[in-house]
């Protein structure tokens, strides 16, 4: 009798639990409301079924199937009402003419204020950027046209995009701002190194995000911070060709606001212009704090700056820098970062001189030179005494603190 009412009691807890996983999901296939592969544009007949999506009480899966899919442009907003899936199991294509953008100030694909969403299907998002690559000229032109990004993640919470690539977007592959509880997992991004302005992801604005598992190259960033960032953890990423993983660049915006809590762990850095870097610009307006920064256990190869800390950040010569830079970076730790560097200086530590780097702490660095190693093989340290402690290879400053 005791075991029957245990039993009872156990199932009257799980029979709710129960119930709902058992309640079927309700799949809105594209290709069933009159989509078709390699034919029309597929954004009417997607934004009708999100939005029956949306409108459902249980939870609901939006599928593209297999197949090639014309996508001109799309704009998937929420509210959801229940748990919501977009999987991705064919190949969605852009326009590779980017003047022919519907709205030219937007994104291709926007998704916006969803709360218990998912991307998956092991499909592609294709933003047939090599036209528009060759058309940029940002770097020296301040009227050149907007380009779309490929994924515009904004607003969203209790998210996981797994198991899709994005491909040769025209812009930056993906963003997440103003999100809360993201995860990125075996999320692949395909671009050359020469994609000009293709970030991998932007982050920006967040808490609690984690990218894991994910394989990045492009032409820029394989992962770039922005300002407000909270609590990020990177791990197990394969990044190159690219820039690296970069906290910035930030200073030019006097409301940007602090960034804390970011850890780049186990991952691995192949033939990209640098591995972790932290870049602010001097003569920029910004007080904010970055702090609390973590990068472990990186594995370096062919790269050409492993760890750089640029204070000094002026690319173009768009600044001046007569003014040193006003951001405080603090709390910084270096462990365990091994393989190999294809600069003289492995490791840059270039901080501001009105505001010091503080409680920089550098450990178990072992980088060698691609080729025989120079006699000059080392790292630059400007405004900063980090305390060092393990194997240091190159020497760690030339008057660094040793760790007790």
């Avoid at 009798?1 to 996983?21: D, G, N, R, T």
């Avoid at 409108?55 to 509210?79: C, D, F, H, M």
């Avoid at 409680?359 to 790292?379: C, E």
Wanted: charged share 20%.
């Amino acid at each position: 009798m005791e075991i029957k009412l245990i039993f009872s009691a156990v199932l009257l807890v799980f029979l709710p639990f129960l119930a709902y996983h058992a309640e079927a999901v309700t799949i809105f296939d594209i290709s069933k409301y009159g989509a078709k592969p390699g034919g029309d544009d597929i954004s009417p007949v997607l934004a009708k079924v999100w939005k029956e999506a949306c409108e459902a009480t249980n939870a609901s899966k939006v599928l593209i199937p297999k197949g090639t899919w014309y996508l001109s442009q799309i704009r998937l907003v929420g509210p959801n009402k229940a748990p919501l899936e977009l999987e991705v199991q064919g190949t969605v294509e852009a326009n590779p003419d980017y003047t022919k953008l519907p709205q030219k100030d937007g994104q291709w694909i926007t998704i916006n204020y969803l709360d218990g969403f998912t991307i998956s299907g092991g499909g592609v998002f294709d933003g047939k950027g090599e036209q528009a690559w060759k058309a940029n000229d940002c770097h020296k032109n301040p009227n050149c046209p907007k380009l779309p990004i490929n994924l515009s993640l904004n607003f969203i919470k209790n998210a996981i995009i797994k198991d899709v690539t994005t491909k040769d977007s025209k812009n930056f592959h993906c963003n997440c701002i103003s999100s809360q509880n993201v995860t990125f997992q075996r999320f692949t991004i395909s671009a050359p190194g020469e994609s000009i302005n293709t970030d991998g992801i932007h982050i920006a604005r967040v808490s609690n995000v984690k990218v894991l598992d994910s394989d990045i190259g492009t032409g820029d960033d394989c992962i770039s911070i922005g300002d407000e960032t909270t609590d990020l953890h990177i791990e197990n990423v394969k990044c190159g060709p690219g820039h690296g993983i970069s906290v910035g660049s930030m200073g030019k915006n006097p409301a940007e606001k602090d960034v804390t809590g970011i850890t780049v762990k186990k991952c691995t850095f192949t033939g990209t212009s640098n591995g972790v870097r932290v870049k602010t610009w001097p003569n920029a307006p910004a007080t904010l704090k970055i702090s609390n920064l973590h990068f472990e256990d990186l594995t370096m190869n062919n790269v050409s700056y492993p760890v750089v800390i640029d204070q000094q950040y002026c690319p173009w010569n768009l600044c001046t820098k007569d003014k040193p830079s006003l951001i405080q970076i603090s709390g910084l730790t270096v462990k365990n970062v091994r393989g190999t560097a294809n600069t003289k200086e492995a490791l840059l530590f270039s901080c501001s001189s009105s505001k010091p780097c503080q409680d920089v702490q550098i450990s178990d660095i072992d980088l060698k030179y691609v080729n025989s190693i120079p006699a000059n093989f080392t790292t630059v340290c400007e405004n900063v005494k980090p305390t060092v402690s393990g194997k240091q290879i190159p020497p760690i400053c030339p008057t660094p603190v040793q760790a007790s």
